[in-house]
Nanobody, 126 residues
């Protein structure tokens, strides 16, 4: 099982930037894929933000609109999410997710990931 720990959240003003990090530990397979999800305060379900597969291919949700960049550093077992031009509607708990199945997949549904972090809060004020 993989343990995931997110960091980098905080309170920022609209227009600012943040870089979220997620470090994985435990049994790490070289073919796992990873993703970022978020859960805004008014929503019960997590929504997919971006995913990166074992080969470095990426897929973003439509609402990202070039403001978010997902990346990974396999040597550090780390996943990152750069968020620019933050908006109040980006306020949410951001979760890191990982899965060793279907390493080529770019699925961005919560059901496609087995391992989850505890989340990091991002709050954007206007």
């Amino acid at each position: 099982q993989v343990q995931l720990v997110e960091s980098g959240g905080g309170s920022v003003q609209a227009g600012g930037s943040l870089k979220l990090s997620c470090v994985a530990s435990g049994y790490i397979e070289s073919n796992y894929r990873m993703a970022w999800f978020r859960q805004p305060p008014a929503k019960e379900e997590r929504e997919g933000v971006a995913t990166i597969n074992a080969f470095g291919a990426t897929y973003y949700a439509d609402f990202v609109k070039d403001r978010f960049t997902i990346s990974r550093d396999n040597a550090k077992n780390a996943l990152y999410l750069q968020i620019n031009t933050l908006k109040p509607e980006d306020t949410a708990v951001y979760y890191c997710a990982a899965d060793s199945r279907w390493s080529w997949s770019l699925q961005l549904q919560p059901s496609a990931f087995n391992d989850w972090g505890q989340g990091t809060q991002v709050t954007v004020s206007s």
